[in-house]
């Protein structure tokens, strides 16, 4: 387990040394964070690296990563806990063929730890080998407002209460990161109880940067030509802008086409890897790719 970042640039190399190129705002907030042992709310649009720096950190620091995704739906008892109804039935059939049987007793010994399924939330509070585990709560905009309250108690307090077990409060706060794409406003209530960063696009330096560290199989001009064209495909009017999760990705297919240049044909045959709407990919067919990839082109000429 390796200790806490002391500082903010420590904080920088900590992830940087795991491969997350950070923004000094961003690292700024995750060492606070840290520091402070208070929940960390990162919204941005999908794809920024919100979801990633949970994974970072967690590899970075020696530490469990624990993962609740949220969905339309999501309630309580799907993030705490779950009783394993079948092994319970099972012991209960067991004990009734046997004579003799207190009914108190058995009582106890199916509403027991061994009967129960551990979901995310309760896992983050159990103790943990090597320290408190880092608990990323995903997309937290996809879950409704009663899950909201009743995640606003639970980290006001790191505990949970189950009734037939009583309240279990965590050894040692997990270190929290609750993400969201902005699809729906989050409540002021619970975003007060943590420390808030807009995870935005990055600049074409920092974008470069990512793109070497993930696809460092990439050569530098094809890298620089990519970076170019998707930030200038970025201030199109489009239903779903690319990430940086699909720069990435674009790179590595176009490494694997063995691409030397970016040509229109090639940005054509391979817009699947940036572009997941198809309203968006006929925006730019024909000129329109050729277009872009002159200003992309002209935005690296030296000045």
Not at 78 to 86: I, K, L, R
Not at 109 to 115: A, G, I
């Amino acid at each position: 387990m390796t200790r806490l970042p002391e500082s903010i640039d420590a904080t920088e190399a900590l992830l940087a040394g795991s491969g997350y190129v950070s923004s000094r705002g961003l690292s700024t907030v995750v060492f606070l964070a840290l520091k402070l042992g208070r929940p960390l709310f990162l919204e941005g649009e999908a794809g920024v690296g919100k979801t990633e720096i949970a994974k970072t950190l967690a590899a970075a620091l020696g530490r469990r990563l624990i993962r609740l995704q949220c969905y339309e739906g999501l309630d309580a008892s799907s993030a705490v806990y779950e009783w394993n109804f079948a092994a319970q039935m099972v012991a209960i059939r067991t004990a009734e063929a046997v004579e003799g049987t207190d009914r108190e007793t058995l009582t106890d010994e199916v509403f027991s730890d061994r009967f129960l399924i551990r979901r995310p939330l309760l896992e983050a509070m159990s103790p943990q080998d090597g320290g408190a585990p880092v608990l990323l709560i995903d997309e937290l905009d996809r879950t409704d407002e009663p899950f909201e309250a009743f995640l606003l108690e639970a980290l006001s307090d790191f505990q949970v209460t189950i009734p037939e077990l009583g309240t279990i409060r965590a050894p040692e706060p997990p270190i929290v990161i609750l993400t969201s794409n902005r699809t729906r406003e989050v409540h002021d209530a619970l975003k007060r109880r943590c420390l808030y960063h807009w995870v935005d696009y990055p600049g074409f330096e920092r974008e470069m940067q990512i793109v070497q560290s993930r696809a460092p199989e990439a050569r530098e001009e094809l890298s620089r030509q990519v970076v170019a064209f998707v930030q200038r495909l970025r201030k199109e009017d489009l239903f779903k802008k690319p990430g940086v999760a699909e720069t990435i990705d674009w790179a590595k297919c176009l490494v694997a086409l063995d691409t030397v240049e970016m040509s229109p044909a090639v940005i054509a045959d391979t817009l699947g890897a940036l572009l997941k709407y198809q309203d968006d990919i006929a925006k730019l067919q024909g000129s329109e790719i050729k277009r872009l990839l002159g200003d992309a082109n002209a935005a690296l000429e030296p000045v």
